[in-house]
């Protein structure tokens, strides 16, 4: 069996772990077994059933006043306890911020291997492997587990595609109560960063401005082609260095690792550390004036040219085209 | 107040990555202290500075190349240094590295333990929450802003989520893994660099430690690395050039018919 910890934000089960559900399903079909979701903490009424219309067999539902609010110890331990029910042979997380703060801390109470962040798997004599990006993806590590059970994997978000709901399926919900757990850290509020809506590793589209953006008010003319396109904004270490836009919008090696549909990396020149970042990303489009820039061997398409005059030029051509 | 900053040494980011045989091949690479691990060293050297009192030790595990990495926390002010040698030890599973560090902080003692939030050359980002699921303390991770309240054993951390941040109250002791944007890590000083050269790193080996060499052994250990290979390369792009407004005429048709993107 393949457990899928549903990770739910504001009551709603989120399409990063409705993703993870649709690869468990796909390596439980290979190997003739089943699924379950996880799902912890309050969640709304549809939630399981929409768990089992994307592919879980069974659902467990962990609740308790312990979860609240995320706290990754009573988290961990409604996971054990999810575990102790099903036990299962695999045993997913999604790599969203919560799931990579909650995935460690379960595999190491249960003591089992952790495979983090993973792109892939495959069964291969019977044993599962995962494969996941090292080194920002300039390279890619095939792992395995030893005996010990559940081999836990976390996966990274965008990677796989929901299923489509069928609306036929169903599942018992199993609930169980965590008892009260002690928990020495809490979260006790939140912040939300101003502006963007998306958060760069789940965006489907990415505007990223280097350093020949000059400063930080010509990332506007960045904006207007994000607002034109639905996209998120990203920035090159040299633009974050420089002081001219926040760490969080660093997409590389020391920033976010992103895979969106569709890429543009205006005035960035392509330093090792950035294309680390970003490579995996389906559709990249350079604009540079420099026609040397390493970036534009990265590119599906590059554009040569003035990105003061090729970016509002783009932008309005998107938002003629797109209007129809 | 004891703060413990554990510090992995990594290829510099500006390396390009070879495969020899299967495996990341790291012969000629530039090696570096871990990115994230600056920020955990700069926040521990802040913390010290802010109480007036208290010691920062630095431990990294590994061959005996990561003493440069040890130098470099103490030249920048670390007060001691302490190297874990590596030898035999799966150093790619994570929870063998977690159950090696958990063994050397109780050696050392702490109150609080920094760390990056992920090494930068294995990218799991998960030892640091492990050694404090072994150790049974606390954790928060991704850390952009920090508060220790060392009187009342309590700590406040921003925790960066997707879209913002989340506001985190623990208990101390507890581990705290940092994030770009915690702080502004100083550069070392003439002076700090000098008193390096005074200070004595001792190592560790696992029977210091007390840890069961067979229990972290790569024989056994819970995740292996099969092989390590390239990303596919990608096929040459087109190219655009000319008249603004055409080109960008051209690539909507190109992402709208040929790519299919938008």
Redesign the interface.
């Known amino acids: 069996m393949i457990a899928v910890v549903a990770e739910t934000k504001d009551g709603v089960v989120r399409k990063a772990s409705l993703e993870a559900l649709a690869e468990a399903k796909r390596l439980a079909g290979e190997a003739g077994g089943s699924v379950a979701a996880i799902l912890l903490g309050a969640a709304g009424a549809g939630e399981a059933a929409r768990l089992a219309q994307h592919g879980a067999d069974r659902v467990v539902h962990v609740e308790g006043a312990a979860l609240s609010a995320?706290a990754?110890?009573a988290y961990?331990e409604a996971v054990k306890s999810a575990v102790a029910i099903l036990k299962p042979d695999v045993l997913f997380f999604s790599a969203?911020?919560?799931g990579?703060?909650l995935?460690?801390?379960v595999?190491?109470?249960l003591?089992?291997?952790?495979?983090?962040?993973c792109v892939g798997f495959a069964w291969e004599n019977g044993a599962l492997?995962a494969k996941?990006?090292?080194?920002?993806?300039?390279?890619?590590?095939?792992?395995?587990?030893?005996a010990?059970r559940p081999m836990i994997a976390s996966i990274r978000p965008n990677t796989f595609t929901p299923l489509a709901p069928d609306a036929s399926r169903n599942a018992a919900i199993e609930p169980i109560a965590l008892a009260d757990v002690p928990?020495?850290?809490?979260?006790?509020?939140?912040?939300?960063?101003a502006g963007?809506?998306?958060?760069l590793?789940?965006a489907n589209?990415i505007v990223s401005g280097g350093r020949a953006m000059q400063g930080p008010e010509n990332f506007e003319i960045l904006r207007k082609l994000c607002a034109v396109?639905g996209a998120t904004l990203g920035a090159s270490r040299a633009a974050v260095d420089a002081g001219w836009i926040?760490?969080?919008y660093?997409v590389?090696?020391?920033?976010k690792?992103v895979n969106p549909?569709?890429y543009f990396a205006v005035g960035i020149s392509g330093?090792?550390?950035h294309i680390?970042g970003m490579?995996?990303s389906?559709?990249?489009?350079a604009i540079n004036k420099d026609?040397d820039a390493p970036i534009?061997?990265?590119?599906?398409?590059?554009?040569?040219?003035?990105l003061y005059?090729?970016v509002p030029?783009?932008t309005?051509?998107?938002a003629r085209?797109?209007k129809d | 107040m004891n703060i413990l900053v554990f510090v992995k040494q990594v290829?510099d980011?500006?390396?390009?990555?070879q495969?020899q045989n299967g495996a990341?091949d790291t012969a000629s690479v530039k090696w570096v202290a871990n990115?994230?691990d600056e920020f955990a060293i700069e926040e521990a050297l802040r913390i010290r500075e802010r109480l007036g009192a208290g010691k920062v030790t630095v431990v990294s595990l590994g061959p005996d190349r990561v003493k440069d990495a040890i130098k470099y926390a103490l030249s920048l002010g670390a007060d001691e240094g302490v190297h874990v040698k590596g030898d035999g030890i799966a150093l790619?599973?994570?929870?063998s590295v977690?159950t090696v560090l958990a063994a050397a902080a109780k050696k050392v003692g702490f109150d609080l333990i920094l760390a990056g939030k992920h090494a930068?050359?294995?990218?799991?980002?998960?030892?640091?929450?492990?050694?404090?699921?072994?150790l049974d303390?606390?954790?928060?991770?991704?850390v952009v802003g920090l508060d220790i309240d060392a009187a009342a054993k309590r700590g406040t951390a921003?925790?960066?989520?997707?879209?913002?941040?989340?506001?985190?109250?623990?208990?101390l002791p507890?581990v705290v893994t940092a994030q770009?944007?915690l702080n502004e890590p100083r550069y070392a000083s003439l002076k700090g660099i000098m008193a390096v050269k005074k200070k004595v790193v001792p190592e560790w080996t696992l029977a210091d430690l007390g840890v069961d060499g067979a229990s972290v052994a790569p024989a056994?250990?819970?995740?292996?690395?099969?092989?390590?290979?390239?990303?596919p390369a990608?096929a040459a792009?087109?190219?655009?050039?000319?008249d603004?407004?055409d080109?960008?005429?051209e690539?909507?048709r190109?992402?709208?018919e040929e790519?299919k993107?938008?």
């Open positions: 995320y990754p110890e961990a969203t911020a919560q990579k703060d995935a460690p801390r595999a190491a109470r003591r089992v291997g952790l495979a983090a962040d492997t996941r990006p090292i080194y920002a993806g300039k390279a890619f590590a095939k792992v395995a587990w030893n010990a928990v020495r850290a809490r979260v006790t509020g939140h912040e939300k960063s963007e809506t998306l958060d590793t789940e589209i396109l926040d760490h969080s660093q590389g090696q020391t920033g690792v549909t569709l330093a090792i550390q680390a490579s995996s389906r559709t990249i489009v026609k534009f061997k990265m590119a599906t398409y590059g554009v040569v040219g003035d005059q090729v030029a783009l309005a051509e998107l085209v797109l | 290829p980011t500006e390396t390009r990555i495969i990341v990115p994230y790619d599973d994570p929870l977690a930068v050359d294995q990218d799991s980002g998960v030892t640091g929450v492990m050694l404090a699921e072994l303390i606390p954790h928060v991770s991704v921003k925790r960066e989520i997707e879209g913002g941040v989340e506001i985190v109250s623990f208990e507890a770009k944007g056994g250990a819970a995740i292996r690395t099969l092989e390590a290979t390239l990303p990608r792009g087109k190219i655009l050039e000319g603004p407004a080109t960008a005429k690539l909507v190109l992402l709208r790519a993107v938008i």
